[in-house]
């Protein structure tokens, strides 16, 4: 079944609103990763985050890893046009090292 | 470098017909993966491959056969397609288990009539 859920599934924001999509899983996680798949494309590694409480930047991209290692959140500050598709969270738990299990994503509309 | 590259792009495909999509990566990758991507599903895991020689099912592995002969080349089977298996289908490679990005491919387009 599945253990990474995301929210929310869908998101219409105007050009320079704040957005944000969260993950929990049921367990702990050893790592997670994000990645954005544009319309029609395909998924792109964004980030990896590994230790607890972590907290990386990309230019107006914000991604925190929470200190129990259950949650994760992606936050993009004053979006663009060109931030429109689906930011997915992808998670690894130690005892299914490989495995990715994938949140639904969350698919991100920008209007002008 | 060409990354992963899946063949084909599109396909159409009547229900019993079998066919197998074709993913090959250049990145000495020791995993890989197929995945299914279905409106408001997310990615949902095939079967993956640990290694050449060594593969396992997935969430949603039924109708589906792998093999991994080599490292660059992991094939996806259908055995006898039905409409339920109409989706986008990627290919995924990873330098291991780990913790290193997967790499995707531009995806495979089923359509079961």
């Known amino acids: 079944g599945q253990q990474v859920m995301q929210i929310p599934q869908y998101q219409h924001v105007q050009e320079g609103e704040d957005f944000t999509t969260y993950c929990n899983s049921s367990?702990?996680?050893?790592?997670i990763q994000w990645y954005k798949q544009r319309p029609g494309g395909h998924p792109v590694f964004l980030i990896q985050?590994?230790?607890?409480?972590e907290v990386k930047k990309q230019k107006r991209l914000t991604f925190q890893f929470g200190e129990a290692k259950k949650n994760s959140s992606l936050h993009i500050t004053a979006t663009q046009t060109t931030d429109v598709g689906t930011y997915f969270c992808a998670g690894r738990t130690s005892s299914t090292l490989g495995r990715l299990y994938f949140g639904r994503g969350t698919q991100l509309t920008v209007w002008p | 470098n060409a990354g992963v590259t899946q063949t084909p792009k599109f396909q159409v495909l009547k229900t019993g017909q079998s066919m197998t999509l074709q993913c090959a990566q250049d990145m000495n990758h020791e995993y890989m993966s197929w995945y299914r991507q279905d409106p408001g599903m997310g990615l949902r895991l095939i079967h993956y491959?640990?290694?050449?020689?060594?593969?396992d099912q997935g969430e949603v592995p039924n109708g589906y056969n792998v093999s991994r002969s080599t490292t660059e080349d992991f094939p996806l089977r259908l055995l006898s397609a039905a409409p339920s298996q109409t989706s986008v289908y990627f290919c995924?490679?990873?330098?291991?288990?780990?913790?290193?990005?997967?790499?995707f491919g531009q995806g495979t387009r089923l359509t079961v009539v």
């Open positions: 985050l590994v230790k607890s409480g």
């Open positions: 491959s640990v290694g050449a020689g060594i593969t």
């Open positions: 995924a490679s990873s330098y291991d288990r780990g913790g290193t990005e997967a790499f």
């Open positions: 367990t702990t996680l050893s790592n």
